[in-house]
Nanobody
Framework: QVQMVESGGGLVQAGGSVRLSCTAS????????MGWFRQAPGKEREGVSCIKWSGDSTNYADSVKGRFTIPRDNAKNTLYLKMDSLKSEDPGVYYC??????????????????RGQGTQVTVSS
């Protein structure tokens, strides 16, 4: 059974930092590109950042470039999202997702069919 479990969300002050984690089980982690997607109230789910199965290629939404990083540890089957300089537009439910390396080349949600339940990030001003 495939599972993706996110953790690390919570209430963070604007300008602060938080690190999200996503641990996957039931799949061969290094066969999958991984991504973080977020959904804010009243908005569609959007891609935040994705990383190639090998970890040597990443992409970021323009809104988070320079503030977020997306490392992965294939030995631990874990994906991270380090979020720095948090802004008022960053809150939402953050989901990690996996897409098979043969299909997921960018950061399109439709290519990442294995998804976690999400973790809430709230930013206080």
């Amino acid at each position: 059974q495939v599972q993706m479990v996110e953790s690390g969300g919570g209430l963070v002050q604007a300008g602060g930092s938080v690190r999200l984690s996503c641990t996957a089980s039931g799949l061969r982690f290094d066969d999958y590109a991984m991504g973080w997607f977020r959904q804010a109230p009243g908005k569609e789910r959007e891609g935040v950042s994705c990383i190639k199965w090998s970890g040597d290629s990443t992409n970021y939404a323009d809104s988070v470039k320079g503030r977020f990083t997306i490392p992965r540890d294939n030995a631990k089957n874990t994906l991270y999202l380090k979020m720095d300089s948090l802004k008022s537009e960053d809150p939402g439910v953050y989901y990690c997702a996996a897409g098979h390396k043969g299909r997921a080349k960018g950061c399109s949600l439709s290519d990442f069919g294995i998804r976690g339940q999400g973790t809430q990030v709230t930013v206080s001003s």
